[in-house]
């Protein structure tokens, strides 16, 4: 299945309300008001879902497979919308914690090489994350950008998990069953900032936390069987990821190539922690996936991300991700 969250307007304001929506073909079905009509009433926020666990993914499934196979049902519920009259948003607006990896050792052997620095045998340990700021997401559409975040900014391509029921010190080998589905990060970064906070041995902060844009779709992990390559630490996934600026294509990767598995980085992040249903968990930048490690490695020259410009992070099966960046009112 793929969960969006939606307004049926093009702009918010008091008139607008967020809503739960699955993509069906070129449809989005609102899945509380098509719920209703099966006797299995889902909420209309994607948190609250994910907190009523397995129940609430089997109505959801059902909603889908009526939905597919009657083209007229929920129609008089006001519950199908073409996909292309609706405004997306993140499809968990506002997570419940948002931790970002650092699982793609090409990334990270080309930053440190870049700034004249050997590999850090502890990458090999363990996996490390951070916390940033899960107040500040955003799904497709404009990035709004303060002056001070023009000086380098950068975008960074990813692909993110959703965790989708409670648990601690959770195993890498029970860890997949937490996640709700999978969808693509773009850790938009204000270097200049960054690298200033980072010479004190903290942060990154100001750098990050002014956006961090997931989306367009929570694609679950059904969806991705035929992609899907197990393995003892957990699922790797065989998936095409590519970031391009106004048309350009800059990165190419593909999610397979993570050192850490997202099941390893669970584990991490759960001990003796609780994770709840809607944390957000990115999995780092892949290879190549941001102008700091292309310029750094002389692929491109001094290219940052300007006012106006558009980027799309995509990665197959779950989408494309577009934000253009506008200057903040």
Known sequence: MKFVTFLTHETLDDRDEQRLGLVVGKEVIDLEHASKDLGTPLPSEIIA?????????????????????????????????????VRLLAPVPRPSSMRDGYAFRQHVEAARRNRGVEMIPEFDQFPVFYFTNHQAVIGPGPIEVMPEHLNRLDFELEAAIVIGKQGKNISANKADEYIAGYTIMNDWSARALQM??????????????????????????????????????????????????????????????????????????????????????????????????????????????????????????????TNTVVAAS
């Open 49 to 85: 879902f994910l907190h009523f666990g397995e129940p609430a993914m089997l109505a959801a499934k059902k909603v889908e497979e009526v939905a597919m196979s009657d083209p007229e049902m929920f129609k008089e519920k006001g519950a199908r919308h073409p996909l292309d009259r």
């Open 196 to 321: 200033e906070e980072m010479k004190l041995s903290l942060g990154p902060a100001k750098g990050k936390d002014f956006a961090t844009a997931i989306g367009p779709y929570l694609v679950t992990r059904d969806e991705l069987s035929s992609h899907r390559i197990s393995g003892e630490h957990g699922e790797r996934y065989d998936l095409t990821m590519t970031a391009s600026m106004n048309g350009k294509e800059y990165s190419r990767g593909n999610l397979k190539d993570m050192m850490w598995t997202f099941a390893q980085i669970i584990e991490r992040a759960s001990y003796g922690v609780t994770l709840y249903p809607g944390d957000v968990i990115g999995s780092g930048t892949v290879g190549t996936g941001c102008f700091l490690e292309l310029n750094g490695s002389k692929i491109t020259n001094n290219l940052w991300v300007q006012l106006g410009d558009t980027v799309t992070c995509a990665i197959e099966a779950l989408g494309e991700l």
